[in-house]
C-alpha cells in the first residue's frame, strides 16, 4: 500500500503568501524533488530472533542521502496500539526482538532542510516457532512435556517448556487455550496433577504469577484436570478433589470460589461452549450420591436462591418459577437418573435445533449397562444465544456397542450426531440417531493404544476444523504419534479417511490448537 504524504504543505502555502505580500521581484527558485519509495515488499513476515533486512530505493531523483532523516517504526494492531521505534537508519537491518503479533510497520524520510516528510507503511507479521500450531502434551514416564508441530516452521519441536523456569510437574491432564479468561497475556492453561499454571502467549514464557493458586481465593493449590469459559468470558469454572469452584470476572479480582461443601464430584464440568451467555447453568455430577447437579453463580445475585449449587429437580422449579414452563424443554427423557456410576462428560456444539443450545453427552454405568444422557444447558435470564434453561435432549442405550465396557477414550462430534470410543487399538463410531445403538469399526492402528481422542474447537473464529478428529496412540516402544482426520469432507465417517500424522512424541495426552494471538 502506497501511501505517501507531505504534511508540510500548508507552511510552505504560508511561506509562499508572506513572500508575495513582500514581493520585489528577487526570485530564487528551486525544484521538489519527490522521494519515490519501493524495494520493500507490501507484507514482510520474521520469525523472531530472526534478522530483519530492509533497505528501501528513494528514487533516482535523490541522489543527496543524507539530506534526509530516517525512521522506521511499528504499531501493534493489538487492543493497545503501541507504538515502537526499530531504527533511525534508511537501512534497517537487526535481531527482531519484537514478541510475535501483528504489526503496521512505517518508514518515513523527512528532507532536513523543509521539514517535509514522506512516509510508506507495510503490514508486518512476527512470528516464533510457537505462534501457531499444535501443542502436544505427553506423558513421559509420569513427568509432563509440551511439544510443538509448528505451522510456522512446518516442524516438530520437543520440550518446548525445558527452558521455561518452570517447576517439574506430575502426570500432566490438559493444555487449553482460553482467550476469555480474562489474561490475554497468558491464556494458555497447563492441568497437571501437580497443579495447574498459566503460560504466556510468546513462546511460553512461565512465571511464579502464572501459577493457578493466584487465580483462588484462599490461594490453594487447585488441581483440576480442566476449565470451561463461557463465551463471554463473564464466568469460569473447574472441579478439583470433589469441590467445584467457579469466578466471575465481574467479580472482586475474579477469584475462584468453592459452590459446594462436600467434596462429592467428578472431574468434569458440563456447560454451554457455543453460545454467549450471562447467568449461565452448569452441569456436574456427584459421584457420591451418584446424581446429577448443577449451577447457576448468578443466582444468589437474581434474588432467586441463596446459594447456586442445587440439584438438577431444584434448578428446573427454580427456572420455571422465575420464567414459567417455557424455560424447561425436551422429552428424551422424564427424570434425571440416579444410583448409577459415572464414566464420561464432554461439550458439545450439537444442537438438533440448529440453534446454539449445543448438547453435553455424559456416559454411565450400571454393572454392564452403559447409557448415554444428553442435556442442553442455557442461561437463567435466557440471554443472547440461550432460548431456554434446561433440556432433556438425548437417551441412548450403549450396551450392546462391541467392547464398550473396555473404552479408554470418547469423542463427541459437534457435525453430526455421531459419538467415538476407542478400545487398545480401534476406533468405533456410534450413529446417535439411530436405535438401538450400535457400533461401526473406523480404523485401527498395528502395534499402538490409542491414548487420546478429542475434537478441537478452535476459540477466535469459527473453522471447518472443529469437526476433525485428532487422535494420539502409543507404540511398544512408547513413541507417540498424533493423527488428524479430515471431518469436513468425511462426515463423520473417518473409515477411509487418509489422516495427516505427525510422529515422534511421548505418550499423548492431549492435543490443541494454539490459534495465533497477538
Not at 68 to 80: P, T
Not at 349 to 368: E, F, V
Amino acid at each position: 500500500m502506497r501511501n505517501y504524504k507531505i504534511m508540510a504543505a500548508a507552511l510552505m502555502m504560508a511561506t509562499m503568501m508572506a513572500g508575495c505580500s513582500q514581493d520585489e521581484g528577487n526570485y530564487d527558485y528551486h525544484s521538489l524533488n519527490e522521494p519515490t519509495i519501493t524495494g520493500v515488499p507490501e507484507t514482510i513476515s520474521v520469525l523472531t530472533h530472526a534478522n530483519i533486512d530492509l533497505d528501501p530505493n528513494l528514487g533516482d531523483n535523490i541522489t543527496d542521502l543524507d539530506a534526509y532523516n530516517y525512521e522506521w517504526k511499528v504499531v501493534n494492531k493489538s487492543g493497545d496500539n503501541k507504538v515502537t521505534v526499530l531504527g533511525n537508519e534508511k537501512h534497517l537491518v537487526q535481531e527482531m526482538t519484537l514478541p510475535a503479533g501483528e504489526y503496521i510497520l512505517y518508514f518515513t524520510a523527512t528532507e532536513k532542510k523543509t521539514g517535509l516528510f514522506w512516509q510508506q507503511s507495510y503490514t508486518l507479521t512476527v512470528s516464533d516457532t510457537s505462534s501457531e500450531g499444535w501443542m502436544v502434551l505427553c506423558d513421559v514416564n509420569g513427568k509432563t512435556r509440551l511439544d510443538m508441530i509448528s505451522k510456522v516452521t512446518g516442524k516438530n519441536y520437543l520440550d518446548i517448556l525445558k527452558t521455561s523456569g518452570m517447576p517439574e510437574l506430575n502426570h500432566p491432564y490438559s493444555i487449553q487455550y482460553a482467550p476469555n479468561s480474562g489474561h490475554s497475556d497468558s491464556p494458555f492453561y497447563l492441568f497437571t496433577a501437580d497443579g495447574a499454571t498459566r503460560l504466556s502467549k510468546n513462546s511460553f514464557v512461565w512465571q511464579k504469577d502464572y501459577d493457578f493458586k493466584y487465580e483462588v481465593a484462599k490461594q490453594t493449590n487447585l488441581k483440576p484436570q480442566s476449565m470451561v469459559c463461557d463465551q463471554s468470558g463473564m464466568m469460569r469454572m473447574i472441579v478439583s478433589d470433589g469441590y467445584a469452584y467457579s469466578a466471575s470476572n465481574m467479580g472482586i479480582q475474579g477469584l475462584f470460589a468453592a459452590v459446594n461443601k462436600q467434596p462429592v464430584l467428578a472431574p468434569a464440568v458440563g456447560a454451554n461452549i457455543g453460545a454467549s451467555s450471562y447467568a449461565s447453568i452448569y452441569l456436574l455430577y456427584d459421584n457420591v450420591n451418584k446424581c446429577f447437579m448443577s449451577c447457576c453463580p448468578f443466582l444468589p445475585g437474581l434474588s432467586l436462591s441463596d446459594v447456586s449449587y442445587h440439584s438438577m429437580k431444584d434448578m428446573e422449579e427454580i427456572a420455571t418459577g422465575y420464567k414459567g414452563s417455557d424455560m424447561i424443554t425436551g422429552k428424551a427423557f422424564s427424570e434425571y437418573p440416579t444410583g448409577k456410576d459415572f464414566v464420561y462428560m464432554e461439550n458439545t456444539k450439537y444442537d438438533p435445533g440448529n440453534a446454539k443450545m449445543g448438547i453435553t453427552y455424559t456416559i454411565l454405568r450400571s454393572g454392564k449397562k452403559y447409557e448415554l444422557y444428553g442435556i442442553q444447558l442455557g442461561d437463567m435470564l435466557c440471554y443472547a444465544d440461550c432460548t431456554f434453561a434446561l433440556g432433556k435432549a438425548y437417551y441412548g442405550d450403549l450396551s450392546d456397542c462391541k467392547d464398550i465396557t473396555n473404552a479408554s477414550c470418547f469423542a463427541f462430534s459437534s457435525q453430526k450426531n455421531y459419538m467415538y470410543y476407542a478400545v487398545g487399538s480401534t476406533v468405533y463410531r456410534v450413529n446417535l440417531s439411530e436405535k438401538p445403538l450400535k457400533a461401526e469399526r473406523q480404523f485401527s492402528f498395528n502395534g499402538e493404544t490409542i491414548t487420546m481422542m478429542k475434537f478441537n474447537f478452535y476459540q477466535n473464529s469459527a473453522s471447518a476444523h472443529d469437526y476433525d478428529l485428532i487422535v494420539g496412540s502409543e507404540n511398544s516402544n512408547g513413541s507417540g504419534t498424533l493423527r488428524i482426520y479430515d471431518g469436513m469432507s468425511a462426515e463423520g465417517d473417518f473409515s477411509k479417511v487418509t489422516p495427516t500424522s505427525y510422529s515422534g512424541f511421548g505418550k499423548i495426552v492431549d492435543a490443541t490448537y494454539r490459534e495465533r494471538t497477538n
